[in-house]
């Protein structure tokens, strides 16, 4: 079911305001749902998009709008995500009583947080909008969508059909709204000022104006993933796993690798592994045409960004042995704003660094989140954990990943503990106000009951003994 539109004027502020008052009046007549009604619902919301001919239809169609990716990975993709949410969300409780702590005298009381407004990017312009509504609506909030303009009719054919589920249950279609067209800087800061909480995934112009807006707001981080090949590595298994990830979805997603930085030791034969799974290592002037081709005017080109490899190597000039390729290798020694390599790329292109020892790799994958990404993610491929655990302790850095396929487990994975996500949350490290991936809680709030327990405390001697004896009083 469609949105109506006829009730919509050319004024954002008016347009926004029609849109919040029938999410509030959809979110009263939901609001006496027990738990198992609201899982049917977000049932009834995975359904929508898990079903194949939807995920199929949806796939292509955003490729068409937007460009960006292939359409049989981003079917895999709206499957794949929407799949493991619904495994998440079945697991857990978001209605009345969610926890209880007799020790503590303490009862949690799940409430939703009203109308959320969500910004959703490009790259993922179905999967995005219905990971977010499934989340949403699991705490009985209603949602409104601000697509990309390069999504848009993407994401309202994904909403219609969100809309025409929860209908088909009878559940209020209004829970589920997308922003009407056309979708502006304008409307979607309307809509950031108007809601209750506000959740971006996308530009990081809009993370800030999220910011900006006085509304409770949630925003992620960009990208920028240097991968560790250590020395203790299964070069063959890290090889074929970063191959993948790196091309799924033509390297869309922001947990994509970006750089592998490989120990001196392993160097050859982890790059002659790499080139066994479908890497074409480029000579230094074919090094230069793809940074020429790559970025324009200090900018990613979008006709190249995203798209098949073979699309990318004739719009480069590479050698007609590249054609037959996966993804481009491009050795690299600098990083910073000056090495553009060190960016992140958003293409079927891997900076390949070299490091002589462990300590030197640490110190590349630094630099490397220093020019972005910093707070994002981190992998390491290697048998040491201990090199793994360094990486956790002393990076900044909200998630290091270990012998894995990053774009497979960073947002959630089937041998992943990491929640189903397409929203990383950076942390302060990169301006976010989360550091986790985001998920249901983000999206309730929480009344606490609290009864008297017997009295807990300790004695002054107890607290301050060892300062008193060390310090003096």
């Known amino acids: ?25 959809a979110m009263e007549a939901f609001a006496a749902s027990d738990q198992a009604r609201v899982d049917e619902a977000v049932t009834a919301l995975a359904w929508s998009l898990y079903k194949p001919e939807h995920a ?10 937007t460009g960006l990716g292939n359409a049989a990975d981003k079917q895999i993709k709206n499957q794949r995500k929407t799949f493991g949410t619904l495994r998440d969300l079945m697991r857990v409780k978001s209605v009345g009583i969610i926890e209880e702590q007799p020790e503590l005298g303490l009862v949690k009381y799940a409430k939703p947080v009203g109308v959320v407004g969500a910004v959703t990017p490009s790259t993922n312009p179905a999967a995005t909008p219905v990971n977010k509504a499934m989340m949403a609506i699991k705490g009985r909030n209603a949602i409104v969508i601000a697509p990309s303009p390069a999504g848009l009719a993407t994401t309202t054919r994904a909403v219609a059909l969100m809309r025409a589920e929860l209908e088909k ?9 997308v922003l009407p067209p056309p979708v502006d800087k304008d409307i979607t800061n309307a809509l950031m000022a108007a809601c209750d909480l506000v959740v971006v995934t996308g530009s990081q112009s809009n993370v800030r104006a999220a910011y900006r807006s006085g509304t409770p707001a949630i925003g992620v981080g960009a990208g920028n993933v240097p991968v560790i090949i250590d020395a203790t590595a299964r070069l063959d298994e890290a090889a074929a796993k970063i191959a993948a990830s790196k091309c799924f979805d033509n390297a869309t997603s922001c947990s994509s690798e970006n750089a592998v930085i490989i120990l001196d030791d392993v160097y050859a034969e ?6 066994r799974v479908g890497g074409y290592l480029a000579n230094a002037a074919e090094k230069d045409a793809i940074q020429r081709t790559l970025w324009v005017d200090g900018r990613l080109n979008r006709r190249v960004i995203a798209k098949d490899f073979g699309v990318f190597a004739a719009e480069c000039g590479l050698d007609d042995g590249a054609h037959t390729s996966r993804f481009v290798m491009v050795e690299e020694t600098g990083i910073g704003p000056e090495h553009p390599f060190s960016d992140e790329k958003l293409a079927l292109v891997l900076t390949v660094y070299r490091a002589k020892s462990f300590d030197d790799a640490v110190g590349k994958v630094r630099a490397i989140m220093g020019v972005k990404g910093r707070g994002h993610s981190v992998g390491i491929h290697t048998e040491e954990m201990a090199h793994a655990r360094r990486l956790a302790e002393e990076l900044d850095t909200a998630r290091v990943l270990v012998n894995m396929a990053h774009t497979f487990g960073n947002g959630g994975g089937f041998d992943s503990g990491l929640n189903f996500t397409l929203s990383m ?4 490290w990169q301006g976010n106000s989360i550091s986790e991936n985001l998920n249901y809680r983000h999206f309730l709030n929480i009344t606490h009951l609290a009864v008297p327990i017997p009295e807990d405390r300790p004695s002054e001697e107890a607290l301050f003994g060892d300062y008193w004896e060390k310090y003096g009083k």
């Open 425 to 428: 949350g950076c942390g302060t």
């Open 1 to 25: 079911m469609s949105q109506p539109a006829e009730l919509f004027g050319r004024d954002p502020i008016a347009t926004v305001d029609t849109l919040v008052r029938r999410g509030r009046a």
């Open 270 to 275: 982890a790059v002659a592994a790499l080139q």
């Open 169 to 177: 249950i009878g559940a209020p279609a209004d829970l589920v709204q």
């Open 56 to 65: 199929e239809a949806l796939a292509a169609m955003a490729v068409d709008d």
